[in-house]
């Protein structure tokens, strides 16, 4: 089991930035695959970024590539997405969550075990 809290949210400008932080307690984060997700108001949740245990893997999507970029620290267990030229549409509650199994990188939600409470992320016009 693994707890995650993620922290960094706000109101932001567009064109601005931010960088969000995801800490895990527990079994710590070395062992998982780890990913950020976000949801809109009225919208699906989608896909940010995801890391492997050892950060030789990532995956963006392509709405958030050369804008995004995810980290992880395994001796603090943190996992971060820093965000730079943010627009309006990015606007969002973001999530982390971690993937007990390390042989993939998985970019949808339904292989995710462990979920934060989520980040608010405004980015106004």
């Known amino acids: 089991q693994v707890q995650l809290v993620e922290s960094g949210g706000g109101l932001v400008q567009a064109g601005g930035s931010l960088r969000l932080s995801c800490a895990a307690s527990g079994r710590t984060s070395r062992t998982y695959t780890m990913g950020w997700f976000r949801q809109a108001p009225g919208k699906e949740r989608e896909f940010v970024a995801a890391i492997s245990w050892s950060s030789s893997v990532t995956h963006y999507a392509d709405s958030v590539k050369g804008r995004f970029t995810i980290s992880r620290d395994n001796a603090k267990n943190t996992v971060y997405l820093q965000m730079n030229s943010l627009k309006p549409e990015d606007t969002a509650v973001y999530y982390c969550?971690?993937?007990?199994?390390?042989?993939?990188?998985?970019?949808?939600?339904?292989?995710?075990?462990?979920w934060g409470q989520g980040t608010q992320v405004t980015v106004s016009s």
């Open positions: 969550a971690a993937d007990r199994l390390l042989h993939r990188v998985a970019v949808t939600s339904k292989e995710y075990d462990y």
